[in-house]
């Protein structure tokens, strides 16, 4: 049975409160309903939207952290999109860079299908299996004043690090960006300073 509280925190306001502290950070969203709250706090070229790879938001977030290491990567999907990729802790865990962060939005469903139960509403902590593969920091937000905790970590780069944020299980209206993947690709190349495709 999924234990959820009512006072379970907002994911548009979560996911807000990060990103509007610091507009520099580049952002992998997962597929769904995190990549609206990531569209809804104000679009940029250094927001990398996911549309069809379930599962691969945080292996693309260390790549992209590999691949810049002087930019902090900031991972932000859901409790079900995270479960896709199991693996892809384990090898955040063993690589271990500094400048990754992966927050998980957990509202223990699968809210793309259908709302149908996920494993965290059945008792998988995923923040546990964080800190059995290495994460370096792991913590689980349960209230709106550990928010800004997210925001410290990302920028003291100890990672890599691990947010389980707690939210509740409402979804708001979609906030929709940009669909086409080459478009999306080549804004993001040229926000990074590389030749488009």
Not at 108 to 114: A, D, N, P, R, S
Request: without cysteine; glycine residues 12%.
């Amino acid at each position: 049975m999924v234990n959820m509280s009512k006072n379970a925190l907002n994911r548009r306001s979560v996911v807000n409160e990060i990103l509007t502290n610091d507009r520099d950070l580049l952002v992998i969203s997962g597929l769904g309903s995190s990549s609206y709250d990531v569209h809804a706090s104000g679009d940029s070229d250094t927001y990398f939207y996911l549309w069809g790879a379930m599962g691969g938001a945080a292996m693309m977030g260390l790549g992209l952290a590999l691949a810049q290491p002087d930019r902090d990567v900031v991972v932000i999907t859901g409790d079900g999109e995270q479960l896709m990729g199991l693996g892809s802790i384990a090898t955040i865990g063993v690589l271990k860079p500094k400048n990754l962060s992966i927050v998980v939005l957990d509202n223990g469903h699968f809210g793309e299908t259908g709302m149908q139960v996920s494993h965290t509403g059945l008792g998988v902590n995923l923040a546990e299996i964080a800190k059995a593969t290495g994460f370096e920091k792991v913590t689980e937000i349960k209230t709106g004043d550990e928010v800004s905790d997210i925001s410290l970590q990302v920028k003291e780069r100890n990672g890599p690090f691990f947010a389980l944020v707690k939210i509740a299980s409402e979804s708001p209206g979609r906030s929709l960006p940009i669909l086409d993947g080459v478009e999306l690709k080549n804004r993001f190349r040229k926000a990074l300073g590389h030749a488009t495709l």
